[in-house]
């Protein structure tokens, strides 16, 4: 079965550019020219994935991006000529798979394309256990964390990273591997970006975000998830 990606860019010449080259790599298209309909969409077909414009008539793609992770987990790829770091950052806080600024070479878009999508399952995931240990539930089905009972709220990166540490307890994960894990190749060069989510994780999870008891650095090597004993993982 084809995997559907929703493509929703409103300059019709790159519109017809991508539905060319994702139709030849064996994806339905879905297109859309503004966010609103792509949000119909969306509901509508339950697309694997989602090319994001970020700048579109009626809603911009910050706003659509927001609005797509509080419905589902479709992985999204914002496809911008906004480069700058902030405007990194912004996307992948309001949950973004990826990030890739135009102009950009096709074959690079389908390679980030399949890369998203071998990391995120796609439409087809697997289930797996829960983890459990010291009041911290982390459900790798659903996606949910809760701490001490109480739901903890994750963006999608974030529950990459945090899943990638939890599945190698007590084992340190280098920063390359963690970028993988939670961003994709494209940024394994990119370790400003593993403190800052590690930051944003400390202060969900920790008691004391200043003195970790879950994530643990391991200068110049990278991070690690502490249990007192590996049982704890239900996987």
Not at 13 to 24: A, F, K, P, V, Y
Not at 54 to 76: F, K, N, S, Y
Not at 114 to 131: A, H, M
Request: with cysteine; net charge neutral; glycine share 6%.
């Amino acid at each position: 079965m084809k995997e559907t990606v929703l493509v929703i860019e409103d300059e019709p010449e790159m519109q017809s550019l991508i539905r060319t080259w994702l139709g030849r790599a064996g994806y339905e298209v879905l297109l859309a020219a503004d966010g609103l309909q792509g949000l119909r969409h969306l509901y509508s077909a339950r697309p694997g994935l989602v090319l994001l414009d970020v700048m579109l008539p009626r809603l911009d793609g910050w706003e659509i991006c927001r609005r797509i992770r509080e419905a589902c987990e479709t992985p999204v790829i914002m496809v911008t000529a906004k480069n700058t770091r902030p405007d990194v950052i912004k996307g992948f806080d309001l949950g973004a798979d990826d990030y890739i600024t135009k102009p950009f070479d096709f074959p690079e878009l389908l390679a980030r394309i399949r890369s998203v999508l071998r990391r995120t399952g796609g439409t087809q995931k697997e289930e797996t256990p829960v983890f459990k240990w010291s009041g911290l539930e982390v459900d790798f089905r659903t996606h949910r964390v809760s701490l001490e009972g109480k739901p903890v709220s994750l963006s999608p990166t974030e529950f990459r990273l945090l899943a990638c540490l939890v599945r190698n307890l007590n084992r340190v994960v280098s920063h390359e591997q963690l970028l993988l894990s939670a961003w994709g190749p494209a940024y394994v060069n990119e370790k400003e970006y593993i403190k800052l989510y590690v930051r944003y994780l400390r202060k969900k999870l920790e008691r004391d975000p200043e003195a970790p008891r879950f994530i643990l650095t391991e200068r110049g090597m990278g991070y690690r998830f502490a249990v007192d004993s590996v049982s704890a993982a239900a996987e």
